[in-house]
């Protein structure tokens, strides 16, 4: 069964950084699109970000985190990682990460097949 975890979060000060990674143990990360997203309850969940597979270099990221948060992949340790600078009050969530067998790089929750259960992520004004 393919399974992700997500850790990293925590309690932060506005302005403050945190890096959030994304681990998988029974698969290799680097075959699948990984996608980052966050929800707060009551709310619809964002597509924050995403990276293509190994094999391309496809990056995209949601007005609301670019220049702020950077993905990228480490496959030695079979990771993924969202560095998240500068963060907000308003980026308090809950932050998963997913993985898809498609090709594209998409931020649309839809298209993910695997999900972690979470990290959360709290920032202080």
């Known amino acids: 069964e393919v399974q992700l975890v997500e850790s990293g979060g925590g309690l932060v000060r506005a302005g403050g950084s945190l890096r959030l990674s994304c681990a998988a143990s029974?698969?290799?990360?680097?075959?699948?699109?990984i996608g980052w997203f966050r929800q707060v309850p009551g709310k619809e969940r964002e597509g924050l970000s995403c990276?293509?597979?190994?094999?391309?270099?496809?990056?995209y990221y949601a007005d609301s985190v670019k220049g702020r948060f950077t993905i990228s992949r480490d496959n030695a340790k079979n990771t993924v990682y969202l560095q998240m600078n500068s963060l907000k009050p308003e980026d308090t969530a809950r932050y998963y990460c997913?993985?898809?067998?498609?090709?594209?790089?998409?931020?649309?929750?839809?298209?993910?097949?695997?999900w972690g259960q979470g990290t959360q992520v709290t920032v202080s004004s």
């Open positions: 029974e698969f290799t990360l680097d075959r699948y699109v």
């Open positions: 990276i293509s597979r190994s094999d391309d270099t496809t990056i």
């Open positions: 997913a993985a898809t067998t498609m090709m594209l790089c998409s931020t649309y929750w839809i298209y993910y097949d695997y």
